[in-house]
Nanobody, 125 residues
Framework: QVQLQESGGGTVQTGGSLRLSCTPS?????????LGWFRQAPGKEREGVGQ???????TLSDSVKGRFTISKDATNSILYLEMIALKPEDTALYYC??????????????????WGPGTPVTVSS
C-alpha cells in the first residue's frame, strides 16, 4: 500500500521561506513515475504547483516559477518543495502526490493516484 506523508508546513510572514518534505512508503525509489506538489486554498480548486519525473526533469507552474523549487534527495527517497519569497496568495493546504505513469507536459490534477493528507502553509501579510 502506497502512502505519502508531507511535513514542513507552517506559518511565515510575507517574503519568508519554507521547505516541504514528502516521504513515501510502499512506492519504492523515486526514480520512476511522476511526483508532484499540489495546493488548495480555501474556496478554490486544487491546482498543480510542480512535478518531477523519474529522471529528475521538473516543471513548475507559472505562479511559482523563480520562487519554488521541486527536487528529490540523492537517494531518491524524499521529495522536497523549497519555497522562498512567499506571498499571502501562497496560503493553502499543500499535497504531495504520485503516479506510476510518466509526467505529462502540463501538471494535471487528475494524473496522480496517490495523495498525502496535506500540510498547511499560511503566509501572513
Amino acid at each position: 500500500q502506497v502512502q505519502l506523508q508531507e511535513s514542513g508546513g507552517g506559518t511565515v510572514q510575507t517574503g519568508g521561506s519554507l521547505r516541504l518534505s514528502c516521504t513515501p512508503s510502499g512506492y519504492g525509489r523515486l526514480n520512476r513515475g511522476c511526483l508532484g506538489w499540489f495546493r488548495q486554498a480555501p474556496g478554490k480548486e486544487r491546482e498543480g504547483v510542480g512535478q518531477i519525473s523519474g529522471d529528475g526533469h521538473s516543471t513548475l507552474s507559472d505562479s511559482v516559477k523563480g520562487r519554488f523549487t521541486i527536487s528529490k534527495d540523492a537517494t531518491n527517497s524524499i521529495l522536497y518543495l523549497e519555497m522562498i519569497a512567499l506571498k499571502p496568495e501562497d496560503t493553502a493546504l499543500y499535497y504531495c502526490a504520485a503516479a506510476w505513469r510518466n509526467c505529462l507536459a502540463e501538471i494535471e490534477v487528475s494524473r496522480p493516484i496517490f495523495w498525502g493528507p496535506g500540510t498547511p502553509v499560511t503566509v501572513s501579510s
